[in-house]
């Protein structure tokens, strides 16, 4: 049988206690170095902030929601303030999960995502795929959990230490819910569709996953990325990043922008599956992670995704004579085969040719 250990990677975490040099897998080639590619760093624009408890409220639902559509217009993301869930619980969760990451390895394999030590599946702790050995792959660990629908929780890949980890997410979870559907009220709202619109594409059987990511520090920041340039792949991510390690960045009109930390705010970005409905009048923004020599991060990304069997089309209401649907109609577990495949090479489906239809 031919050798396949170049599927499975050594977890990051325990490769960088031991090497003063990352390994040519995870070097990326010269033009694409993290540090060649230009940072708007000289003259930082503002990531957008949104003011969620004013996006339903009576009084400046307006306003914010001119806000929303112009953010996901020119970002594809922006931050949220008065998001209504306690910092206490936010910084539990973090706290916990940090926990989890620095257990010895073999408390870590409980929830490993490898079946029988070899069989790669989405969920549980360990890498993400590799698709082929030529892959470059990113500095990170990361923890995949889905979590809802809720009666499809596996829960042999929940950390059972700390032992408040359980509770914590599954609080958390349904605090992202609920922020979820507001924002995709005001999404749907701000596109001058039914508010219901994009909310109604959800059934009892759309997933969501939790991905606790870690990067661990690197000793080669300027070649190699925690996170190499993606977009999500679903509808909505809300993230909850590190509140003391930046790195995160997003890419603008060819330009990457740092976004900072801000502790206790929330990054909202919209995926794919959002571009696609709004025949990309809100764009899916293309972001990376960029690592650090001396700390470690965390970050816990939500990904709200579609029932797998749903097709995923431009809203009809948007189109007209001459607004003809850019992307084909396609089956949300069609697009994420493609969207993985291209994930693993650092492209992108969505650009591809295979969505787009010809006029
Ligand atoms: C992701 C992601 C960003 C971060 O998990 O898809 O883009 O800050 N994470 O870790
Ligand atoms: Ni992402």
Known sequence: MANE???????VQELAAKVQEPPSRYVQP????????VVGAEKPEAIPVIDLSRLLAA??????GSKLRLALQSWGLFLIDNHGIETSLMDDLINASREFFHLPLEEKQKCSNLIDGKH????????DPVASKDQILDWLDRLHLRVEP????????????PNSFRALLHKYTLNCKRIKDRILWAMAK???????????????KAPSFARFNYYPPCPRPDIVFGAKPHSDGGVLTILLMDKDVGGLQVLRDGVWHNVPTSPHRLLVNIGDFSE????????????RVV??????RISLAMFHGLDPEKEIEPATALLHEKQLARYRKIKAKVYLAGFYEHFCRGTRFIDSEDLREVA
């Open 59 to 64: 009084d400046g639902a307006d306003e914010e």
């Open 150 to 161: 809720e009666d499809e929780r596996n829960l042999v890949h929940w950390p059972e230490h």
């Open 5 to 11: 250990s170049w599927k499975i990677p050594m977890l």
């Open 190 to 204: 701000s596109l001058g569709l039914d508010e219901d619109y994009i909310v109604a594409q959800f059934s009892g």
């Open 120 to 127: 790669y599946q989405v969920e549980g702790y360990g890498n």
């Open 291 to 296: 690592t650090n020599m001396g700390k470690e």
């Open 276 to 287: 696609i409905m709004s025949n990309g009048i809100f764009k899916s923004p293309v972001h």
């Open 30 to 37: 010269e033009q694409q170095h993290p540090v060649s590619l």
